[in-house]
């Protein structure tokens, strides 16, 4: 991907491709939505009328405000519900699991939008680094406690759920991080002088890259009958470096979001795309609402028009033998992380899913 073609696309206008066949009688999840995309693509999900909008955040109050905010904007059409969730909080996450197995029938759409974007190293309860722990353990663990639920859906209703990972193609300017995988990568990551802050934001999205897109080869769309894909929303002017002790790097936030930021609302639109691709985006990278696994030519059906995807693409690297080799020793190491959470997490899910363990990591 080169810085103009980077450009280009953020000038797009997306379409709007979720429509309301899409959401109909069904329950949404959206975490990371008081603010934002994630705030912006509620709205867009409570305007066509589901049953039931979730967003889930850590703060009760903003919570709250933006559950209200949500019924203003679209005239109270749909049943909008702030859950408290705190993604760094490994028991905050397994509450919600809990709470959305006991009072929710189904799940047909996940959307793990919720992130850590900070500069400077802290730790969790568990000792994990904040952002490893919220961008890469604590979304993982979120998935595999709702995938059974959202299994169930599909099996139920006759639907087609998806499970969408809001991650970042920054993740591919970190490479070198993936060195860190023959040294156990979380007990790597949780050492401070192993990789730097500056770069941990980037680092943790890397990983999350990585992991979900194996997490979709073990659990595929023909066993769960869910579509699990992951986006890119490009740069948005949503606040992304409030967090940094760093001038320098607030200020050139600032102003390449002064200069070719996106809008909460037009970022949210790739969100949308990715909660109706269809299941040929089933562990794929998604971005400027189109596929982004290979550079060349590329058939956008919504716009018919033939665009080049040389930007934003999955690298060669993270495809060939040994980038599969790494999503499947970067899988384990997850796996081995949330089964220490809680334990039989991942095994469950694969029975419930028609799964079983002698998937892992295959």
Request: hydrophobic letters at 40%; one cysteine or more; charged letters at 20%.
């Amino acid at each position: 991907m080169d810085f103009l073609s980077f450009i280009r696309a953020q000038w797009e206008n997306l379409p709007i491709l979720l429509k309301q066949e899409h959401v109909s009688g069904g329950i949404f999840i959206i975490t990371g939505s008081n603010h934002g995309i994630g705030r912006e693509a509620a709205r867009h999900v409570a305007q066509l009328g589901p049953a039931r909008v979730i967003i889930a955040v850590r703060s009760r109050e903003k919570g709250d405000e933006a559950k209200a905010w949500i019924e203003s904007t679209t005239g109270g059409k749909t049943i909008v519900e702030s859950w408290i969730l705190d993604i760094t909080d490994f028991a905050s996450i397994r509450a919600f699991a809990a709470r959305c197995d006991a009072e929710l029938d189904r799940i047909d759409g996940l959307v793990q939008n919720a992130a850590e974007a900070v500069d400077r190293f802290e730790t969790n309860a568990q000792g994990h680094e904040i952002s490893i722990a919220g961008n890469v353990i604590g979304t993982a663990l979120l998935a595999v406690l709702l995938l059974s639920k959202v299994a169930a859906t599909a099996r139920k209703f006759g639907v087609t759920p998806h499970m969408v990972i809001v991650t970042s193609q920054m993740g591919f300017t970190t490479p070198q991080a993936t060195e860190l995988v023959d040294r156990g990568l979380f007990d790597a990551l949780k050492q401070e002088n192993l990789s730097p802050m500056s770069d941990r934001y980037a680092v943790s999205k890397l990983i999350g890259i990585i992991l979900f897109r194996e997490m979709a080869k073990v659990f595929p769309a023909s066993a769960t009958g869910t579509v699990i894909n992951l986006i890119s929303p490009g740069l948005c002017n949503t606040g992304l470096a409030r967090n940094s002790h760093s001038l320098t790097w607030r200020t050139q936030v600032w102003l390449l979001n002064l200069l070719i930021g996106r809008t909460p609302e037009m970022g949210s639109r790739t969100i949308l795309h990715a909660m109706m691709a269809e299941k040929e985006s089933h562990g794929a990278f998604l971005s400027d609402c189109q596929i982004k696994e290979y550079a060349g030519l590329h058939f956008n059906p919504y716009t018919e028009i033939i665009l080049t995807t040389g930007r934003h693409w999955v690298p060669d690297w993270a495809k060939h033998e040994g980038g599969e080799a790494l999503q499947k020793g970067i899988w384990d190491q997850t796996v081995d992380v949330l089964e220490s959470i809680e334990p039989g997490c991942v095994e469950r899910a694969g029975r419930k899913c028609n799964w079983s363990e002698s998937s892992r990591g295959s």
